[in-house]
């Protein structure tokens, strides 16, 4: 079955996942999801695939949910935040290990699939943040396990656009690396990885993400799922002048409108003050 939203390409051990919506910086759409999940179980029902990059195609990794998908009503949320959440930990748990290779804009739901995969690199153009908050919507829970409690407090309540630097001091990227040599690092680590034993890689890996399971990660997703839900219902009651302006800007002038004064704030042109 071919894809339409996302691109796969296998080299021997490495099986790479391109997020291919560029008109769209990547959006996270339904069909996008469903497709990164079923790329997902091909590269782990496949014993010769070690390692899985995830990269984004055109001028950015993700900007994050496609936005202008209509839902409604507190069930649909929770079914659809429910979804998002599950998909995101299935990356975490994948057998093969992750590479998220990173560059322009990497922002909620994208920045939370970078974070998830075991290693990030990221070009030195490369943005990060979560500016659900002003909006009144929720980031990902799972982000505080990657970053610390201090880290993640202020990355997420402030919702201020980081860069990669930022992002490799506070844990959230492994690596930063020019922009003209991302792919190439990128490719070598796979190639380094892939030449350790599977069940070395595999086990390894397991024992790790047990730990985090052990500590509570799992109970926090859960609860975070029943709370995003009931927030993205009540979006429309944010209050503080930014939640405001953006509100404003989405009913007067559309969802296109409302995403490019959202992605501002990454330019430091926020239209929401």
């Known amino acids: 079955m071919d894809y339409e939203t996302i691109v796969i390409a296998r080299d021997g051990a490495i099986f790479t996942v391109t997020l291919n919506r560029p008109e769209k910086i990547n959006a996270m759409s339904t069909a996008m999801w469903a497709e990164l999940e079923r790329a997902m179980d091909e590269a782990e029902t496949d014993p010769a695939v070690r390692v899985l990059v995830l990269r984004g195609a055109g001028r950015a990794f993700s900007s ?32 093969p290990v992750t590479i998220a290779m990173v560059h322009g804009h990497c922002l909620a739901s994208g920045c939370e699939l970078a974070a998830m995969c075991d290693i990030t690199l990221a070009a030195e153009d490369a943005m990060f943040g979560e500016p659900e908050i002003h909006h009144g919507s929720m980031a990902q829970v799972f982000l505080p396990w990657v970053l610390g409690m201090k880290q993640a407090k202020e990355f997420i309540l402030t919702g201020d656009p980081i860069d990669a630097r930022t992002a490799q001091h506070i844990g959230l990227v492994n690596r930063v690396v020019p922009a003209d040599r991302l792919e190439e690092e990128t490719y070598a680590l796979a190639r380094r990885l892939a030449r350790i034993p599977a069940v070395g890689l595999e086990f390894n890996k397991r024992t790790i993400n047990k730990m985090y399971e052990i500590a509570g990660l ?12 009931i927030l993205h219902v009540l979006m429309s009651e944010v209050s503080g002048p930014q939640g405001k302006a953006l509100q404003e800007i989405k009913a007067k002038e559309g969802m296109k409108a409302f995403l490019e004064a959202r992605a501002s704030r990454m330019d430091g042109k926020d239209r929401g003050d």
């Open 64 to 95: 994050g949910n496609d936005m202008s998908e209509r839902t409604s009503g507190i069930g649909d949320w929770r079914r659809r935040v429910s979804e998002i959440s599950r998909r995101i930990l299935k990356l975490w748990n994948l057998r």
């Open 218 to 229: 799992l109970d926090g997703r859960d609860y975070m799922d029943q709370v995003s839900a």
